[in-house]
């Protein structure tokens, strides 16, 4: 077994802090890559808070993971000592079933092996995330990392760049468009850059008149602030997607105003509690509510790709592990721009 530092929650009640464990030794198919940069998603604090589902602690967080490959599998084929390498949300699936078959992991019907807070296929294993040193991942799941890119902006693509991506690529969004991002965070600066990447014509839609000159600044075309009653009224029947990124409670009834007829609002936030949708806000128009999560492994690829050819990347933070804890009272408070990345080499 390979010795690995880490920061984990012991139990839900308790702050992040230094723990020990142990990572498998490299098999045939594995690559094993020494992490550099953590990217800081929401989810992470709703994991170790067991605000969705019961967790399996002690839960060692991340799943934006890049770094450099240090070891790899007799088999192994895509990688070598050297490379750049990173992992998302993913660390395995059942690879047989229907969406596995048509590169949709993230969909896997027998389960797939979250980062962290999972189980190995095994069904028995626990997953440790990136809030640690080193990493060992099947190489179906490791994703090559560009040179040309600031490596620790990269890190939120993995999970913040690739769920906002996916949809956006899945509903062919682009040239003759117009699309509302619903929520400027991690998430949602994202979705401007990649809307405006597409040839869409982009608007933010914020309870926070601060944020417009930041939307503009990455590229939005347009700006509503959704508190301003006037401001929402003159949005009605405008857009033709809108992608909705906001994890707080929010009444998804006036968004769906703002569509267009046959227009699609799609959910990549997870508010705390169920949303009640009005059946008259989806038949006025012909109306889709829809949702997404991440995305396989090939597209995952992609988006990376995209990226290093279009020169895209988060706007971050780059804090010391040892300041986690006080990171997130800031996410919750919206006080980053865009996304925390942690710098691994504070772990000591």
């Avoid at 769906?256 to 806000?281: Q, Y």
Wanted: aromatic content about 8%; some cysteine.
């Amino acid at each position: 077994m390979i010795p690995v530092k880490g920061y984990a929650a012991q139990t839900p009640t308790t702050d992040l802090a230094p723990w020990n464990f142990e990572r498998r030794e490299v098999g045939p198919h594995d690559v094993q890559f020494d992490i550099l940069f953590c990217g800081v998603c929401h989810s992470d604090l709703h994991q170790i808070k067991n605000d969705w589902f019961p967790g399996i602690f002690p839960m060692v967080p991340g799943h934006e993971i890049v770094g450099k490959v240090v070891k790899v599998g007799n088999h192994v084929k895509k990688f070598k000592v050297g490379d750049l390498a990173g992992t998302g949300c993913l660390v395995d699936s059942c690879r047989t079933c229907e969406n596995c078959k048509r590169d949709l992991e993230q969909y896997c019907l027998v389960g797939n092996s979250q980062t962290y807070n999972g189980l190995e296929q095994d069904k028995k294993t626990p997953t440790y995330g990136g809030y640690s040193k080193t990493i060992v991942v099947n190489e179906d799941f490791v994703l090559h990392i560009s040179e040309k890119l600031n490596l620790a902006a990269v890190a939120p693509l993995l999970c913040a760049g690739i769920t906002t991506y996916s949809p956006l690529r899945h509903w062919k969004v682009g040239k003759g468009h117009k699309l509302a991002v619903l929520g400027l965070g991690g998430l949602g600066h994202m979705g401007v850059k990649f809307g405006v990447a597409f040839g869409a014509e982009v608007t933010v839609l914020s309870t926070s008149k601060s944020k417009e000159q930041d939307a503009k600044k990455l590229g939005a075309h347009h700006f509503v602030v959704t508190t301003d009653p006037a401001q929402v009224k003159a949005a009605e029947n405008s857009f033709d997607f809108i992608l909705d990124t906001v994890s707080a409670e929010h009444d998804i009834n006036m968004y769906m105003s703002m569509l267009k007829t046959d227009g699609t609002h799609i959910c990549v936030g997870v508010p705390p509690k169920p949303t009640p949708i009005r059946a008259f806000s989806l038949l006025g128009g012909r109306k889709s509510l829809s949702g997404s999560g991440i995305g396989g492994i090939a597209e995952t690829q992609e988006m990376l790709d995209f990226c290093a050819k279009h020169n895209i990347v988060s706007d971050i933070e780059i804090i010391d592990i040892k300041d986690i804890t006080a990171s997130y009272a800031r996410m919750l408070k919206g006080d980053v721009r865009y996304r925390f990345v942690i710098d691994i080499a504070t772990l000591k």
